[in-house]
């Protein structure tokens, strides 16, 4: 038999194995927990977790998700976001409104040169090659047409996102 000494964590369990432990006074509701190991080397040690707690923490974190969807998809301004080549990445409810179109339609498919007048596109792209450098646009006026041709004059201000690299993402 393998007589090696097995690392424990604080609480006398061995790391490295899952076990069902049943929770005392004042413990969980759900009346178990899992045992997963955590940490590395001589500080490797164990971490509880509870599967109903995880599972309310879970549901908070999804009801703040849909909250922080419906304040950006519902607010009373437009908000979309484009690749390095002008494409529409992301769009909010409002802007397809003004816009008179789907998400299905401009997601990855139309760029805002496809919204703009044709007097202002020669402006348009020279401000976005120098928005994706510079990171930031403030204030920009333009006019958004839409499908059934319908101007609207919009105020721009945006911050660019770039990866670890410094690579333009949106």
């Known amino acids: 038999a393998d007589r090696a000494p097995r690392r424990m ?3 006398g369990r061995p790391v490295g194995q ?11 509701p759900c009346g178990s927990h899992r045992w997963q190991p955590r940490g590395s080397g001589t500080n490797a040690g164990c971490s509880q977790i509870c599967s109903c707690r995880r599972k309310a ?3 908070k974190l999804a009801a703040s998700a849909a909250q922080v969807d419906d304040l950006y998809n519902n607010a ?17 409810n409002t802007a397809l409104k003004w816009l008179g179109t789907t998400r299905e339609m401009v ?12 007097e202002q596109k020669a402006g348009f792209i020279e401000r976005y090659k120098n928005f ?16 059934d ?10 911050t660019a996102v770039y990866d670890a690299d410094g690579n333009f993402l949106m």
């Open 9 to 11: 964590c604080g609480t």
């Open 18 to 28: 899952r076990q069902i432990h049943l929770a005392g006074p004042g413990g969980c």
């Open 57 to 59: 923490a879970e549901a």
């Open 76 to 92: 009373p301004c437009g908000y979309f976001s484009l690749d390095a080549n002008g494409k529409f990445l992301h769009i909010n």
């Open 107 to 118: 997601i990855g498919r139309r760029t805002a040169l496809d919204f703009l007048p044709d």
């Open 132 to 147: 994706r450098t510079s990171g930031r646009v403030d204030d920009v006026e333009v006019d958004f047409v839409g499908v």
């Open 149 to 158: 041709g319908a101007r609207r004059r919009v105020s721009v201000t945006a």
